[in-house]
């Protein structure tokens, strides 16, 4: 239980003055975090789950300390989906290690605030499961529910995800070429980042070529689509494929249509787009 | 079941990793991640190679907790391309401990690296120096095949036809060149494991723990600044591998002449693999002269004069100047040196302090356990001094060079972090062995793992630009985060973020020794809260390259080659620029503030009139826009050309002075954007007209 505290070096035991030292400071963090960053599910995840971590009496387990790492990692990111998620898996991983019921039933309640909040999609099923994997005292039992949850998210609703400060869709960069324009940037979407966004507007009137590909898919239907502002829409099949449309103002988007399905990578690569000179 | 269980425990570690990559490969699939040729493949390898490579050992403790680690964090990767990130990082990380276990025993560290060698040779883009390496083996084999793309002049050559680099390092890849990149590439790996097994075995000599020894060495060659050459056609390990062999035969028991002789050979062979070396060869000659008794002290520094003038000598009649004079020797480079040591001082001293903080290069954010490192640096002089002295005499030599020579190239951008350095890494890498039992130093030290198995996962990630900020920040901390602005920059320098990183490196070395290291935790959690406090901020100033499409209209970053060598030169500045010099370029940044209320908009940038009326910017916050208009000063010729009579006049804008504008811009109803636009650019004008914007700060 104690080679990884050791490994990494973690307090292995409380010691009378961080009983109260260490509690107190991590909540100060929390207070501070709550004033830069703001009340936001994460801010209160946070201010939730670090004093729980930091009142632990007793050894800590390799498990315990991964969440500590976690959380850390987590305060770290400033509140992106990566820090939502580091947030979640200490939770957990505390969920796991920690050998009192009530504390472990009080390590569900970042995980509920997260889930409430609207952070995270479809991931109901798991804090369902964390709930429950609250109460047996048995380690390898709650490691089985919350498989069980895991199983259930995906077959409910698809990946589990957070949105963090950071879930904005990718914009493309436009450069000015000669009155036209282009966007010479490759950019790879997939389930993490779905979206790219194409500001149309200073080509407006002008004809625009634009390059995509799909990809990762066992058959040939469409993986993505490319959106016009005023609704015109056109499928983006497992290939290579180029687009000439004349630019109304406003902006358009490439979007990956495809929705999560074992065994499939969907991607589509917006590879890049241009003015061709006609139009107006 | 006893039998089971007899399997269980003999082949635990074998049995667990084989598992390991079976659960990854099929999770990988089922969960739709990304890349699954290549990482979803390799990953899985690695865990493999692992299994097979372990032996009769048990599952390391932190092996499974990591891959649970794995499994939770991929069933989360869709979150963001961050999210992924961690997942396959912590995949590659998995395999440390097993790879640890493995390195135990005769031919350990050789076992220990193989699980990673088909990520590093099979992932890893084949770029910056090493077309160039493999070029010259080439021209050795098989002149002008054209294998490896015909490079024949780069940056830094003095001629065309005659390349900077040293012909030695590419003449021992011929028995690899038939191979290809793959044999190359495996060459380095051997001989990064050679120069480990070389350094293991001096440390135990000189009295270290085994285990120690081990650790030591293995973790030079996993983390960076080792890892980001590990198994590429780079001098680096290659020069450590003849460094260690020359240093164990002249540390050791043979007869001076034999050990004198050695060390010479030694000097010179790592002068003819790559220049810079010979800050090595001067620390190792430095080192035998002061262990040597009576006479010999001083007849060895003499011997080396002698024989450095007798080389010069020879390279000019004989050679013809290629090998030293041609490349160095010449007077600009004397010039260059002396005016480095004597009138750029603060700039020598500046490239030696960022290669510790800066957030691109820096040691401190991609390898902390230097911080374990350098409070070890007192007791391992005290405990084993004799080592102290041979490691770190020539990492003293080697860094003065490397610094005097190259204060604003020393991190040799855009190549690995950190690999100009590996030579003085051997001393810090002695001094941390014994403190890897103190508390928190294992937390650095899995740090600096976790970062290292990112570069390996996603090697593009190592490739910085000198341009101010650092790939792996932008893929974790995502396009908008504030916290680039909070770490220093020696592109770009600020005092704020070098006085606070710096305070903040001496702080948390002064905790690896306070009370035994026991405090360290706490200061690695508060770094945790700085970080995190920087980067959830409101963001009220950008640097303008740093701005992201999401908040600008076209727009040309400037220069548009990303490759530092087009700027190293330049006198006003040397960071990237975002040029605005078409009339529909606009930059729109959101800011927080009231209706009626007055914002103070600090503006830096450089104005170009070429051909045009004078450039200008008009500033606005959803209410009337405030204009200004102003022209650069361009350097004069003769300041140049007292400066360096070979620079041409190039009138870009690196070349023109900076100008500071403060304009008070009345806010309009919220939510406000602040909209920049360039004034008077209007076609035609020529290519250089325009507003080159540095700089904006909102107050």
């Not at chain 1, 305060?75 to 050998?99: F, K, Q, R, W």
């Not at chain 1, 609703?157 to 324009?181: F, H, K, M, N, Q």
């Not at chain 2, 097994?197 to 600044?225: S, V």
């Not at chain 2, 361009?634 to 403060?662: K, M, N």
Request: a positive charge.
């Amino acid at each position: 239980m104690q080679d990884c505290a050791r490994e990494l070096q973690l307090p292995l035991r409380s010691e009378a003055s961080h009983r109260i030292a260490l509690p107190a400071a991590v909540l100060v963090a929390s207070a501070l975090l709550a004033a830069v960053a703001g009340i936001t599910a994460w801010s209160i995840a946070l201010a939730l789950l670090l004093p729980l971590l930091a009142s632990r009496r007793g050894d800590w387990s390799r498990a315990y300390a991964a969440a500590a790492v976690a959380a850390a990692l987590s305060v770290a990111s400033g509140g992106g989906a990566a820090g939502l998620t580091a947030a979640m898996i200490s939770a957990l991983l505390a969920l796991l290690a920690e050998p009192s019921r009530v504390r472990r039933l009080a390590f569900v309640a970042p995980m509920a605030v997260l889930v409430s909040s609207g952070s995270f999609r479809d991931a109901l099923p798991l804090a369902i499961a964390a709930g429950a994997a609250g109460i047996p005292a048995r380690k390898d039992l709650r490691l089985a529910l919350l498989a069980a949850g895991a199983c259930a998210c995906l077959l409910a609703g698809g990946l589990p995800g957070a949105y963090g400060t950071d879930a904005s869709p990718w914009v493309a960069r436009s450069v000015a070429r000669g009155e036209g324009a282009c966007w010479p940037d490759t950019v790879t979407l997939d389930h993490s980042a779905p979206v790219l966004l194409l500001d149309l507007s200073p080509v407006e009137g002008m004809e625009v070529e634009l390059h995509a590909s799909g990809g990762g898919v066992r058959d040939g239907d469409p993986v993505g689509r490319l959106e016009l502002p005023g609704g015109t829409r056109w499928d983006i099949p497992p290939r290579d494929t180029s687009f000439t449309f004349v630019a109304p103002r406003g902006t358009a988007r490439v979007v990956l249509s495809r929705a999560w399905r074992p065994f499939e990578h969907p991607v589509v690569r917006f590879c890049s787009a241009r003015t061709t000179g006609g139009g107006r | 079941m006893r039998l089971l269980r007899a399997v269980g425990m003999r082949w635990g570690g074998a049995l667990f990793h084989v598992a390991a990559a079976v659960a990854v490969f099929i999770a990988w699939r089922i969960l739709g991640m990304p890349s699954p040729g290549t990482l979803g493949r390799l990953i899985p390898l690695q865990l493999l190679l692992t299994g097979l490579l372990i032996g009769r050992r048990p599952v390391p403790g932190a092996s499974a907790l990591l891959l649970g680690v794995f499994l939770a964090t991929s069933l989360f990767w869709a979150s963001g391309p961050a999210v992924f990130l961690t997942a396959a990082t912590v995949g590659v990380l998995t395999s440390f401990p097993g790879m640890r276990a493995a390195s135990r025993g005769r031919a350990g560290l050789l076992r220990a690296v193989l699980p990673v060698a088909p990520l590093v040779i099979l992932l890893t883009l084949f770029t910056g120096d090493e077309p160039h390496h493999a070029t010259i083996t080439e021209g050795f084999v098989s002149p002008g095949t054209g294998r490896f793309g015909n490079l024949t002049t780069q940056f830094g050559d003095p001629v065309e036809g005659l390349t900077h680099h040293q012909q030695l390092y590419p003449l021992l890849h011929v028995p690899a060149y038939p191979l290809g990149i793959p044999g190359m590439r495996m060459l380095d790996l051997l001989f990064a494991v050679g120069a480990s097994m070389l350094f293991a075995r001096m440390m135990r000599r000189e009295g270290m723990a085994e285990e120690d020894a081990g650790d030591a060495a293995l973790l030079g060659m996993l983390t960076i600044p080792g890892a980001g050459i590990l198994g590429l056609v780079y001098p680096g390990w290659c020069a450590m591998l003849t460094f260690f062999a020359g240093v164990l035969v002249a540390a050791g028991s043979r007869s001076w002449r034999l050990r004198l002789a050695v060390v010479f050979l030694v000097s010179f062979l790592l002068f003819l693999m790559k220049t810079r070396f010979a800050g090595l060869s001067i620390g190792l000659l430095a080192a035998f002269s002061i262990t040597s008794r009576g006479w010999r002290r001083w007849s060895i520094p003499l011997a080396a004069v002698l024989g450095i003038l007798l080389l010069i000598v020879a390279d000019a009649t004989v050679l013809g100047g290629r090998l030293f004079l041609a490349r160095y020797g010449n007077v600009l480079t004397l010039r260059h040196l002396a005016a480095n040591a004597s009138g750029r001082f603060a700039s020598v001293a500046m490239g030696a302090l960022s290669s510790l903080v800066d957030g691109e290069s820096g040691l401190l954010w991609r390898a902390p356990w230097v911080l374990a490192a350098i409070a070890g640096l007192p007791a391992l002089w005290r405990t084993h001094g004799r080592l102290f002295l041979w490691l770190a005499l020539p990492a003293a030599t080697y860094l003065a060079l490397l610094f005097l020579w190259m204060p604003y190239d020393w991190a040799s951008a855009p190549t690995p972090p950190g690999r100009l350095l590996l030579p003085a890494m051997p001393v810090l890498l002695a001094s941390l062995a014994p403190m890897l039992r103190r508390r928190g130093v294992g937390a650095l030290v899995w740090v600096s793992l976790a970062v290292s198995a990112a570069l390996i996962a996603f090697p593009s990630l190592r490739f910085n630009y000198f341009d101010g900020t650092d790939r792996m920040l932008g893929a974790f901390w995502g396009r908008f985060t504030a916290l680039t602005e909070w770490l220093p920059s020696q592109v770009r320098p600020r005092l704020v973020p070098y006085v606070v990183w710096t305070a903040w490196a001496v702080l948390l070395t002064s905790l690896c020794i306070f009370r035994k290291g026991r405090m360290l935790p706490a200061g690695l959690m508060a770094t945790a809260l700085l970080v995190g406090l920087m980067s959830a901020g409101p963001r009220r100033s950008w640097e303008a390259e740093d701005i992201p499409p999401d908040y600008r209209t076209l727009c040309v970053d400037y220069p548009a080659e990303l490759d530092p060598s087009e700027r190293k030169h330049w006198i006003s500045t040397i960071e990237r620029m975002l040029l605005l010099n078409d009339p529909r370029d606009a930059v729109m940044l959101p800011v927080a503030a009231t209706d009626g209320e007055t914002l103070e908009v600090d503006l830096r940038f450089i104005s170009i009139r070429d051909g045009g009326p004078v450039p200008g910017l008009a500033v606005s916050c959803g209410a009337s826009p405030e204009s200004l208009y102003a022209s650069s000063e361009h350097f004069e010729e003769e300041v140049l050309q007292r400066r360096d009579s070979l620079i041409p006049l190039p009138l870009t804008a690196g070349y023109f002075g900076g100008i500071r504008e403060l304009l008070r811009v009345p806010a309009g109803t919220p939510p406000c954007t602040l909209r920049i636009v360039p004034l008077g650019v209007e076609p035609p004008h020529g290519p250089e007209h325009g507003i080159y914007l540095q700089r904006v700060e909102v107050r």
